[in-house]
């Protein structure tokens, strides 16, 4: 039995995204602190190099994921787990002030995931 079925789908979906959404938080933004000096497309080519990781995550984590959740609760959830991860990632690797806008738009995304998923089930 292969090891990833034993784990319910919402758990896998959850930790492929969150995983591919931290390859994707360093393609898209990593190179501001790490390849500020580097012409632009020695950036974008490292960032398309990272994001190869992130789609081989991302794209099992929505294939896993859609046997369970429709198109849009996927899309919320990604776009959750994308704040989930920026905000520690803006804090602590690019060295920008933690903002309580941060948190209002959290509290944003809370609505949509409670249009998105009542009703489930």
Not at 57 to 81: D, S, W
Request: hydrophobic share 55%.
């Amino acid at each position: 039995m292969n090891f990833l079925q034993s784990i319910p789908v919402p758990v896998q979906t959850v930790l492929l995204l969150v995983l591919s959404n931290v390859f994707m938080t360093f393609a898209w933004y990593g190179h501001l602190k790490n390849l500020s000096t580097s012409p632009w497309y020695i950036a974008a080519i490292v960032s398309w190099g990272i994001a190869f990781f992130e789609y081989m995550l991302q794209v099992p984590g929505n294939r896993i994921g859609a046997t369970q959740f429709n198109v849009g609760q996927l899309k919320i959830m990604q776009e959750v787990i994308t704040l989930l991860v920026f905000v520690p990632f803006s804090v602590w690797f690019l060295d920008q002030p933690l903002k309580l806008d941060y948190l209002w738009a959290g509290l944003c995304l809370l609505g949509a995931v409670y249009f998105v998923f009542r009703g489930a089930a």
